[in-house]
């Protein structure tokens, strides 16, 4: 399998604190990884780093052009989406205008708001409703959708399943999947382990802001020290 996301010697700092340490990843077309850690282990840190939000060093790789160093929304353009944990939809705006918002012409291949709605149907009926109207799980679906609105290559999705119901937490776990039917790389945070090794092709464990287990879901479940000392609570 190509690598889609190819992430190199990724180093990030929060003001003078260094949260990763030399981060080293790749993620196939129509491959899922999973990347797993105890909360402060830099999961979330890589994502954001690799969107250009955080101050660091490294290269980030999407089809073979470098993104490194670009702006954020320069990087959604070249077709990196990134879901955060937090949602961000726009409360006051409905959900057909919160998608819209997602269209900027990069990626590839045409999408449309029917497209994503015929995808996701859960929001078909509350297409004028306001984003601040829906549960968490719909919530959820909808930023998920607005990132594919720009026909993105790759994707990386921040905690999707958090704070969502066990019925919720499938649903996401099945689109996730299509989305790797389609082709898409996701690179996908999740802290439900049951979830990323069920869904994952491949699964990474950080710890101290650096890669320390890289392999398979089966492999992972017979690692009892990697994941006594670096998942477990």
């Known amino acids: 399998m190509s690598a889609l996301l190819q992430i190199r010697g990724l180093h990030a700092f929060y003001g003078q604190g260094q949260v990763l340490r030399g981060v080293d990843l790749e993620v196939g077309r129509?491959?899922?990884?999973?990347l797993l850690g105890r909360n402060g282990a830099g999961r979330s840190s890589t994502l954001k780093a690799a969107m250009g939000m955080l101050?660091?060093?490294?290269?980030?790789?999407l089809d073979g052009a470098e993104l490194f160093g670009l702006k954020t929304f320069q990087i959604a353009r070249q077709g990196l989406a990134y879901v955060p944990e937090e949602r961000a939809v726009f409360p006051t705006l409905t959900v057909q205008q919160n998608l819209l918002l997602g269209q900027h012409g990069g990626?590839?291949?045409?999408?449309?708001?029917d497209d994503m709605l015929c995808l996701m149907p859960q929001l078909a009926a509350r297409r004028h409703v306001a984003a601040g109207a829906l549960s968490g799980g719909e919530q959820q679906m909808l930023s998920l959708c607005r990132s594919l609105m720009g026909a993105p290559k790759a994707i990386m999705v921040d905690e999707p399943t958090e704070g969502l119901a066990?019925?919720?937490?499938?649903v996401?776990?099945?689109h996730l999947q299509r989305l790797r039917e389609q082709g898409l790389g996701v690179l996908l945070v999740e802290q439900k382990l049951d979830i990323a090794l069920e869904i994952a092709d491949r699964v990474l464990v950080m710890g101290r802001g650096r890669i320390v287990f890289a392999g398979t879901s089966s492999e992972l479940r017979r690692n009892q020290a990697v994941r006594r000392q670096w998942l477990e609570v």
Not at 30 to 34: D, K, L, N, R, S
Not at 166 to 170: G, I, L, Q, R
């Open 30 to 34: 129509g491959e899922i990884v999973a």
């Open 55 to 61: 101050r660091g060093s490294g290269s980030v790789l």
């Open 107 to 113: 990626g590839v291949g045409g999408v449309n708001i």
């Open 166 to 170: 066990p019925a919720m937490v499938k």
């Open 172 to 174: 996401v776990a099945q």
